[in-house]
C-alpha cells in the first residue's frame, strides 16, 4: 500500500510540475506555431530582416468566434500590411452576452488588453461611458462609410469604434411559392394564410420573442414600422397607440395560428431550422443568417428564398427595421493606442470588409464593397439589403441602453404571453425608462 | 414455496422497474447520439425520426478534422486529473481533522471550508480575474486546476467526513496500540473502509472539473490551452449553430470519461481495499 | 491538547488556504461592492453609500418575483434529484446483471457540460423538431404542438427537468457510496428475522445513508439556489420573468447594466440566504451527531 500511495504522490508532483510549465506542452507549442503562422510563414525572411531595425509590437484582437477562418484570414492581410506587428487573435466563443461578459471582465480590471475588440453596436455607449473607448472621430473618414452603421459608433458628438459589419432586420419569404412580398401587414396576413398548409407550410411568420435583445428587436421593429417610436429627441414615446397596435398585431398572429407561440422563447438560431426546413412562408431575421440558409448542408430552402424589407403597419408609413451588427474599437488603455488604431482601422477597412463579406455574407458597412461586383455576385441580396439600411433605426442610444432593454424585455414578454395588458406593461416601460434617461 | 415466488415476482417487477427508468433517463443522450448521426438533411426533420432510417459519419468526421480536438482532449485529461488528484490530497486530511482530530474552533473551520459553494461565482469573476493576473496564472493549467479543484474541495471534505465519522473510534485506537503512527493506520485501517467514498468524491472531482467552463473562459485565451468544453463553446458563430457538429463533439468528449470510469471503478475499489487485507 | 491543535491545523491549511484565496477574498471585495455606489458607466462618482444599494433591493418587486422563482427551483429540484437519485443508486446497488450499464446511464448526464444539456433540451422541447412533441403527438396524447418554453409555468418546469437530468447523477453516486458501506450481514440476518423489504429499506438502509442524504441536500441545495446557466442559455427569465432567478438578475445588473455596486449587493444577499440555510442543515447534522 505505501507503494502505491508514494506512486500516486510521485503522479501528482510530475503533473502538477507539467502544469506549472504550460508554455511547453506539447500543445503549447503547436499553438505558439499555428497564431504566429500569419505572420511567419507568409514571409519568414523579410520579418526576420525587419525585425532587426524596427521594433516588434504586439497587439491583442478579440472577437467572437469563428470556425470559418475568415478572421485569421483577414489577420493575414493585416500583417502583410503591418509587418512589424503581431496580431494576437482571441476568439471568445458564446453570443453577445457571452462576449460581453468577458471583455468587461477585462476592461474593468484596467487590462491593456485587448487592444483592439469587436464590439456589439449596442454596447457603444456603454463603453464609452466607461471610459474604455479610443475617440476615434478624426481618426477616419466617416464619408467612407453607410450612415445606418454610422449612427451606432457615435455617441456624445463623437465617434468611438469603426463601422465593421451590418445587420438590419428583414423579411425572409419563399420566393419560389410568392411572387411579390408583403408591403403591408395585412399582405402578411392574407399571405400567410393563404399559403399555410400547402406545399408543406405550416407557419406563415417567425420571429422571436424570447426574453432578452430578440424580443426587444423583432417588437420595435414591428412598432416603428407602424409609426411608433421609442425615444425622440431625449424623450420617451413608446407608450403611443401605434406601439399598442403593433404589439396587439404580433400577439393576434400567435392567436391566428400564423406564428407558433413558440416564438416568446425563440432566439434567432432557435428557430432557424424551422426556414430551414420549408416549414415557414416568411421569417422575420437577420439577413447574416443568408449564408446558413442557403449554403449549409440541413438546409431545404437553398435558392428558394429571398428577402425584403419588413412590412407596414396600418399606421405606419414607412418600415422601420431594427439594425444590429459589430463595429471594432481600440481600448484607451492599451500601451500601443497609435498603432492599434491604424490596425483596427485596417480590420474594418475596405479590404478587410471585402474578404469578410465574400466569406461570411454578411452586410459590410463600408460603403465601397457593395460597388464591388465580385461581391454582389457572392452574395445576390446585398442590393436588398442596402435598400432596408436606408430605413434601419438603432435601439435607443443611451448608457442605460442595457437597463431599457431589460425592462422592454420584460414587459413586452408579459404582454405577448398574455400575463398583463398592452397598455399596462407599454406604461410601465415608459416610467421605467423616463426613470433611466434622467 | 411462496416465498420463492414472491422473491421472482420482486425481481421481475424490479428488473421491469429499472429498465423504465433507466430508458427514461438514457433517452436524452440516445437523443443526441442519434443526433450526431444523422445525416444532415435529417437534423431537423419535422416532426423527427425517433429511430433514423439513414445514419451518416458527415459530423464526427467534422469535429476530428476541422477541430484541434485531440489536443483539446488531452488538455481536458490533464486538467481534470490533476484537479482530481489535488482536490483528494488536500481533501483527505481537512476531512479527517474536521472529523477525527480535536483542535480548536474545528466547527467554525468545518463551515468555513462550505462558504466556497455559497458564493455565486459569476459575482466574482473580475476580482478573480485581478488575482490570478497578478499571479501569473491566466493561460497556465494551473489556471484551470485552481479553481476547479477548490470549488469541489468542500464535496470531498464533507464527504469524507461522513465517513469518517461513522467509523468507530476503536479502530484507529487498536491501530495504534499495535504501534501504528496516526498516518499510517489511516492509510491501513481508514482508507479502505472509506474506499466508496474516496472513489465517489474523485468522480466528483474529476468531472467538475472536465465540465468546467465559466474560468477557462476568463483565464484562458490561448487556443492550445483550450479544454473540450471550451472548443464546443467555440463552434457556434453570430449566425451559425452547427447542431450537429456540436452533438457529435459532445459524444466525443463524454465517451471516454464513461468508459474511464466503468473500468477504473473496479481497480481503484479493489486497489484500495486490498491495501487494508495487506496492512 | 497543543499538539493535536497544531495538528488539526496543519491538516486543514491547504484546503483552507486555497478556500481563502479563491472564494474568500474575492467575496469580502463583493461585499465591499456592494456598500458603494460602483456604476462603470458612471465611474467618476464612484463613492461609499453604505446600504443604499440594499434599501434599493429590498424595495424592488423584482427581488421577491426571484426569491420566489428560486425557492421553486430549488426545493422542486432537490426533492426530484434526490428521489431519482436515491433510486439509481438503489438499482446499481442492488443489480447484479446490467450493473454496468446502470452505472454508465449514471454518469452520462454528469459527463455532459452544461452548455450542451442546456441547448440539448431547449431542442427537445422544441414545438416543431422537438422529440418530446413528437412522441407527445405519435402517442395520441397531444394533437398539435405544445410550446413548453413559452408557457409561463411549463417553462419553469422544463428547467426544472433538465436540471434534474444533469444533476441526479451527483446524488446517485454520494448516496452509492453511502449504501456500499453498510454490510450485507444486516440485512443477512434482518432477513432471517422476518423483515420485509421496506422495514430493511426504513430500518437499515436510510439510517445507514442518512448522513450521506444530509450532504447531498445541503451541496445541492446550495448549487441550486445560485442556478443561474439553464437560465441564461434556455429562457432568458421569461416568458413572462416567470423563470427569472435571483443569480439571473444578479448578472443583469452586473454584466448587463455594467452597475458592479448593485450586482454585487444582490449576489451578497444570495450568499447569506445560501449561508442561512446551510446552517440551519448544519444544525440538523449536529443533532444527529
Redesign the interface.
Known amino acids: 500500500m505505501k507503494r502505491s500511495i508514494g506512486l500516486l504522490l510521485i503522479l501528482a508532483v510530475l503533473l502538477s510540475s507539467s502544469a506549472c510549465a504550460s508554455g511547453g506542452s506539447p500543445a503549447a507549442a503547436k499553438e505558439e506555431i499555428s497564431s504566429q503562422e500569419t505572420e511567419n510563414q507568409g514571409d519568414a525572411s523579410q520579418a526576420s530582416s525587419e525585425a532587426a531595425d524596427a521594433k516588434q509590437t504586439n497587439l491583442t484582437y478579440v472577437t467572437g468566434a469563428d470556425s470559418s477562418g475568415t478572421i485569421l484570414e483577414i489577420i493575414k492581410a493585416a500583417q502583410e500590411e503591418f509587418p512589424n506587428v503581431t496580431i494576437d487573435l482571441q476568439e471568445i466563443p458564446g453570443n453577445s452576452d457571452d462576449i460581453k461578459k468577458s471583455l468587461i471582465t477585462s476592461l474593468a480590471a484596467g487590462q491593456d488588453d485587448p487592444d483592439i475588440f469587436s464590439m456589439d453596436v449596442i454596447w457603444t455607449t456603454q463603453f464609452a461611458s466607461a471610459g474604455w473607448l479610443e475617440d476615434l472621430t478624426d481618426k477616419y473618414d466617416p464619408a467612407l462609410y453607410l450612415e445606418g452603421p454610422l449612427s451606432t459608433v457615435s455617441y456624445g458628438g463623437k465617434r468611438w469604434a469603426v463601422p465593421d459589419y451590418t445587420d438590419v432586420q428583414s423579411l425572409f419569404y419563399r420566393s419560389d411559392l410568392i411572387d411579390e412580398p408583403p408591403a403591408t401587414w395585412d399582405d402578411l396576413v392574407r399571405l400567410s394564410e393563404e399559403h399555410q398548409g400547402k406545399d408543406g407550410i405550416e407557419w406563415g411568420v417567425l420571429f422571436q420573442a424570447f426574453q432578452g435583445e430578440p424580443i426587444v428587436c423583432n417588437s420595435l421593429t414591428f412598432i416603428k414600422s407602424n409609426g411608433g417610436e421609442d425615444i425622440v429627441g431625449g424623450e420617451v414615446k413608446i407608450n403611443s397607440p401605434q406601439a399598442k397596435e403593433a404589439l396587439e398585431f404580433m400577439r393576434s398572429l400567435i392567436d391566428k395560428g400564423i406564428t407558433s407561440e413558440e416564438a416568446l422563447s425563440q432566439k434567432p438560431g432557435d428557430q432557424l431550422p424551422v426556414f430551414m426546413e420549408g416549414k415557414a412562408l416568411f421569417m422575420l431575421n437577420w439577413p447574416g443568417n443568408y449564408a446558413s440558409l442557403q449554403l449549409s448542408p440541413e438546409s431545404k430552402v437553398v435558392d428558394k428564398f429571398s428577402i425584403a424589407q419588413v412590412p407596414v403597419g396600418p399606421s405606419g408609413t414607412k418600415p422601420g427595421p431594427t439594425v444590429g451588427g459589430w463595429n471594432i474599437a481600440v481600448n484607451s488603455a492599451s500601451d500601443e493606442v497609435e498603432v492599434s488604431v491604424e490596425v483596427a482601422k485596417f480590420l474594418a477597412g475596405e479590404e478587410a470588409q471585402t474578404i469578410r463579406t465574400l466569406a461570411l455574407l454578411t452586410t459590410p458597412a463600408y460603403a465601397a464593397v457593395f460597388d464591388n461586383p465580385e461581391v454582389d455576385a457572392a452574395n445576390p441580396i446585398l442590393s436588398l439589403i442596402k435598400a432596408s439600411l436606408g430605413n434601419a433605426r438603432s435601439r435607443p442610444n443611451a448608457p442605460d441602453y442595457p437597463a431599457m432593454s431589460q425592462l422592454i424585455a420584460v414587459n413586452f414578454s408579459k404582454a405577448l404571453a398574455k400575463q398583463s395588458a398592452f397598455d399596462e406593461s407599454l406604461a410601465e416601460v415608459e416610467k421605467g425608462m423616463q426613470d433611466l434617461i434622467k | 414455496m411462496a416465498n420463492k415466488y414472491r422473491r421472482r415476482l420482486a425481481r421481475i417487477v424490479l428488473g421491469v422497474f429499472g429498465t423504465l427508468f433507466c430508458t427514461a433517463l438514457a433517452f436524452p443522450f440516445y437523443w443526441q447520439f442519434v443526433t450526431a448521426l444523422r445525416n444532415p438533411q435529417d437534423l431537423f426533420k419535422m416532426p423527427p425520426e425517433l429511430f433514423p432510417s439513414r445514419l451518416s459519419l458527415t459530423y464526427l468526421r467534422l469535429v476530428f478534422a476541422e477541430h484541434n480536438f485531440g489536443a483539446y482532449l488531452l488538455n481536458s485529461v490533464i486538467v481534470s486529473s490533476i484537479s482530481m488528484l489535488l482536490s483528494l490530497i488536500a481533501g483527505m486530511p481537512a476531512a479527517y481533522a474536521i472529523s477525527r482530530v480535536h483542535f480548536k474552533g474545528r466547527s467554525f473551520w468545518s463551515k468555513f471550508i462550505l462558504s466556497a459553494n455559497m458564493f455565486p461565482i459569476i459575482a466574482v469573476a473580475t476580482p478573480l480575474f485581478i488575482t490570478f493576473r497578478s499571479l501569473g496564472l491566466i493561460n497556465t493549467y494551473a489556471g484551470l486546476v485552481i479553481p476547479s479543484m477548490v470549488l469541489t474541495l468542500p464535496v470531498t471534505i464533507w464527504t469524507l467526513r461522513a465517513f469518517l465519522i461513522k467509523l468507530p473510534i476503536e479502530l484507529e485506537h487498536a491501530a495504534l496500540v499495535d504501534g501504528c503512527n496516526r498516518f499510517s493506520a489511516f492509510v491501513r485501517i481508514i482508507l479502505p473502509l472509506i474506499a466508496p467514498g474516496v472513489f465517489a468524491t474523485a468522480i466528483i472531482a474529476f468531472i467538475g472539473a472536465w465540465n468546467e467552463l465559466m474560468f477557462s473562459l476568463i483565464f484562458i485565451t490561448k487556443k492550445a490551452l483550450r479544454t473540450v468544453p471550451m472548443a464546443i463553446a467555440m463552434m457556434p458563430g453570430e449566425y451559425s449553430l452547427p447542431w450537429g457538429e456540436i452533438s457529435a463533439a459532445s459524444i466525443v468528449s463524454t465517451l471516454p470519461v464513461i468508459i474511464v470510469v466503468l473500468i477504473c471503478q473496479k481497480q481503484i475499489i479493489a486497489g484500495l481495499t486490498a491495501g487494508a487485507v495487506k496492512g | ?1 497543543r499538539k ?9 491549511a ?3 488556504a ?2 481563502t ?7 469580502s ?2 461585499i465591499l461592492y456592494s456598500l458603494r455606489y460602483y456604476n ?4 467618476a462618482n464612484e463613492r461609499f453609500i453604505g446600504l443604499e444599494n440594499y434599501f434599493k433591493l429590498f424595495s424592488d418587486s423584482k427581488f421577491y418575483d426571484n426569491l420566489a422563482n428560486t425557492m421553486i427551483f430549488a426545493a422542486v429540484s432537490v426533492v426530484l434529484q434526490l428521489l ?1 437519485g436515491l ?2 443508486a438503489l ?1 446499481m446497488n ?2 447484479s446483471r ?1 450493473a ?17 444539456v442546456a ?6 422541447f ?6 418530446l ?3 407527445l ?2 402517442s395520441g396524447i397531444l394533437s398539435s ?1 405544445f ?1 413548453f ?4 409555468g411549463w ?1 419553469m418546469a422544463c428547467i426544472i427537468i433538465t436540471n434534474v ?1 444533469k444533476q ?1 447523477p ?1 446524488v446517485a ?2 448516496l ?3 449504501l ?2 453498510i454490510p450485507a450481514e444486516l440485512y443477512e440476518s434482518a432477513e432471517v428475522d422476518g423483515a420485509g ?1 421496506l422495514k430493511r429499506f426504513a430500518y437499515i438502509t436510510l439510517p445507514g445513508i442518512r ?2 442524504v ?2 447531498v441536500l ?2 445541492r441545495t ?2 441550486d439556489i ?1 442556478i ?1 446557466d439553464l437560465v ?1 442559455s434556455m ?8 423563470t ?1 432567478t435571483l ?1 439571473y438578475q ?3 445588473f ?5 452597475n ?1 455596486g448593485l ?2 449587493a444582490w ?1 451578497t444577499i ?2 447569506f440566504i ?2 442561512t440555510i ?2 440551519i442543515y ?1 444544525s440538523l447534522f449536529q443533532k444527529e ?1
Open positions: 491538547m493535536e491543535n497544531l495538528l488539526g491545523y496543519l491538516l486543514i491547504p484546503a483552507v486555497l478556500i484565496f479563491i472564494c474568500v477574498i474575492p467575496l471585495q463583493t462603470l458607466t458612471d465611474q431519482v433510486t439509481a438499482l442492488a443489480a446490467g454496468v450499464l446502470v452505472r454508465a446511464v449514471v454518469l452520462v448526464p454528469y459527463a455532459i457540460p452544461g452548455v450542451i441547448q440539448m433540451f431547449s431542442f427537445m422544441h414545438g416543431d423538431f422537438g422529440v412533441n413528437a412522441l403527438r405519435q404542438a410550446p418554453l413559452a408557457k409561463p417553462a437530468w441526479f451527483f453516486l454520494l452509492l457510496s453511502g456500499q458501506t423489504a448522513q450521506m444530509l450532504v445541503l451541496f446550495m448549487a445560485r443561474f441564461y429562457t432568458g427569465g421569461g416568458p413572462a420573468n416567470t427569472s443569480l444578479a448578472y443583469i452586473l454584466f448587463k447594466d455594467m458592479f450586482g454585487s449576489s444570495i450568499f445560501i449561508l446551510s446552517l448544519l451527531e
